[in-house]
Every structure is written in C-alpha cells, then in structure tokens.
C-alpha cells in the first residue's frame, strides 16, 4: 500500500518538476510586470464538500505565505451573484493574478474574460470552465477519479459475492466539467458491465450543485422506485455517499450495500472504518495547492512556465496548459495512509467509537 502512495508523490513531484520556466512574456494583456504580486482566490462553497475550507484554503495560503507572496483568498458560498462580485473586488483591489474554482462554466467564463481584459492573468483551479480562458488548470486526472470508482465499486460487489447487483448512480453537479469527466471514468468500468448483463442500472440522477440535502432526498426515491432492491452505489464524491449512507441506515442497509465517494473526508474515512462505505478517492491536495501556487506565482511576476501537457476545452477549441495530478483508491487497509500524508489527523478521525476501528486498520 506504501507502494502505491509513493507513486502518487513521485508523479506528483515529476508534475511540478516539469514545470520549467520558460522566460518573461511580454504580450500586453499578460498581468506582472512592474507590479506588486497578489494572488485573489476564489473557492465554490464550503457545503459541497469539506475539502475547499479544509485543505485547499490551507494548503494555497501556506504555499502563498511560503514564497512571500500576499494572497486574499475568497469563498462564494455557491452564490453565483458573489462570486462576480468577489471577482470584481479583487479586481479593483490590484490582484495580479485570479485563479477560481468555478460555480458553472457561465459565470466562470465572465469573471476570466473581465479578468482578462483588465490585464489580470487567471488560472482555472481544480473545474475546467467550458469556453474560458484561462493561462492553466491546475486539476487531478478526474477521469481516472471516475475509473477508481468504477473499479472500486466492482471490487467491493465481487467480494460480498453479489449477483446481478442493481446499481444507482448518484452523479455530480450537471454544471461542474468534473463531473462528466468522473462519470466518463465509472462509465467506462461499469457500462461493458450493463451491455453484458452482468450488472443492471436501475437509477442514474446528477445532484444539482453537489447538494448534500438534495442527495439524500434524490437516493430515498432511487431507492423506493427500485422496490429497496439497490445493492451498489456509484456516489460521486463523499458527501453525496454520506447521504446515501444516512438514507440506506434508516432502511437497516448500509454496510450491506456498498458505497463510493471522493475526497477522503474524515466522515467518509469514518463510514470507511465503520463498514459502511466502500472506498474514497484521495486526491492530494497540497499537491494540487502547490501546482497551482507556483504558476500563479510565475504569472505574477510576468512569467510563463511550462506544464508539458495540456487538456483540450472541448466547447472553445483551446489546448489549455495544464497539471493533471494522479488520485489514488482508499479502502479500509490503506486508511492509513491517508494521515501519514497529513491530509487527515488521526486525532480527527480516531474518536469515540472510531478508536478502536482505527486500532483494527493499523491507524497507531
Ligand atoms: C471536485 C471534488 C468535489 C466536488 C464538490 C469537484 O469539482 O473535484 O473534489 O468533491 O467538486 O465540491
């Protein structure tokens, strides 16, 4: 399990190691020169999932802080109308550079555009936003997020021996581009499945805005349209799984009825060690928060870097220079792993009635 930890830092370090500089840039629109390096953030919503306030508020301003550079890091609460203003803000108040994590391709295109045009250099961080224009994006291979789930979901239903299980899909929001590239990933695990009839779909439903609430509501129908009889849950990020798990405890089903998910929240690594959650999907996001920070730090300084690869934007045509780092599956066995990387403290996770589950999986 250390094995495959190590290979997710050294891609990791080999993604940032490529990131060569490759000089001043000196077309007009391109933000740095002769100003004073600030960097403006802005996060989604602190409800879809932990992970934006938790680590990447964490992790951007440590990396900020590291290289002396001053930072003001936002959060848009999933609120359409602030995040534009929140841009508009950092605008006037001399941001050289803006990296966002957008609400939907729409509002994420404006705020780059405006940016763009006011000389300030942007950078799409973790969702691609469909016919922007971002320098980079800075992300994790979602569609290889998606095929871990898939495979997770498989493995899970292969060892509790289930027969032609019945599995729903609980999909992310329908506007982040994440969601479709993780759906590309479980799809193409779990659609030769269907095709043979070796496995049957009984519900497939996006949760709008990752809504946690919403998701709980949408899997009860799920689960009462398919008489009950639903034995795999492909969730597509941990709080999604997490209301799937509360509906399926009301109906005495859950550790029967495995569950996916994103993340490695410390609920999830929780329903994880309880039983009631097949796997998660560690995504390193210090990792991530350093990509990002070092080339929005070069583009401060009126600087371009090379990523050495790039990502198609499949609406506006672009190749968009980008780092695209490596997720990796967590199960109950490699927990553990999860706190030596220092993404969750044991004490976090290990509490009341988790203490002796942690002991169980090694977690010392
Ligand atoms: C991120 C996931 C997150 C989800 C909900 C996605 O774009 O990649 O890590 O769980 O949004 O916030």
């Known amino acids: 399990m250390r094995k495959g930890f190590l290979a997710v830092g050294a891609v990791g370090l080999l993604a940032l190691g490529s990131l060569t500089a ?100 942007t950078i799409d961080y973790d969702r691609l936003t469909l016919g922007g224009s ?30 032609k299980p019945a599995i729903a899909y609980l999909n992310g929001s329908p506007t982040d581009n994440n969601a479709t590239l993780f759906k590309n990933g479980y799809d193409s695990v779990l659609k030769p499945k269907f095709d043979a009839g070796e496995y049957t779909k009984v519900a497939d439903d996006s949760v709008p805005d990752w809504d946690n609430a919403q998701a709980a509501t949408i899997f009860e129908q799920q689960l009462t349209k398919a008489g009950g009889k639903i034995d795999g849950v492909l969730s597509a990020n941990d709080g999604l799984g997490n209301a799937a798990i509360s509906v399926l405890k009301k109906n005495n089903l859950n550790g029967k009825v495995p569950v996916t998910g994103q993340d490695a929240d410390p609920q999830a690594l929780q329903n994880i060690l309880a039983g009631d959650q097949c796997m998660t999907v560690y995504k390193a996001v210090k990792k991530e928060a350093d990509a990002a920070a070092e080339l929005a730090i070069a583009l401060a300084k009126g600087e371009r870097k090379e990523t050495g690869q790039t990502v198609k934007d499949p609406e506006g045509g672009r190749d968009v220079p980008s780092v695209l780092l490596t997720p990796a599956a967590i199960y109950k066995e490699n927990v553990k792993d999860v706190i030596a990387d220092g993404y969750v403290t044991k004490d976090e996770l290990c509490t009341g009635n988790y203490a002796k589950l942690c002991t169980d999986a090694g977690i010392s």
């Open 22 to 121: 490759c000089g001043n840039e000196s077309d007009g629109d391109q933000a740095g020169s002769g100003k004073t390096p600030k960097i403006g953030v802005i996060l989604p919503d602190s409800k879809s999932s932990v992970r934006w306030e938790s680590a990447d508020r964490k992790f951007l301003k440590e990396a900020f802080d590291a290289a002396g550079v001053e930072s003001d890091i936002q959060n848009a609460q999933g609120d359409k109308n602030a995040f534009q203003t929140i841009a508009d803000q950092m605008i006037t108040s001399g941001v050289t550079v803006l990296m966002i994590v957008n609400l939907d391709s729409g509002t994420g295109k404006a705020v780059l555009d405006k940016a763009k045009s006011q000389g300030v250099a």
């Open 134 to 163: 971002a320098e980079y994006y800075v992300s994790f291979d979602n569609e290889a997020v998606g095929r871990l789930q898939g495979e997770g979901l498989v493995k899970c239903l292969t060892e509790a021996n289930v027969q």
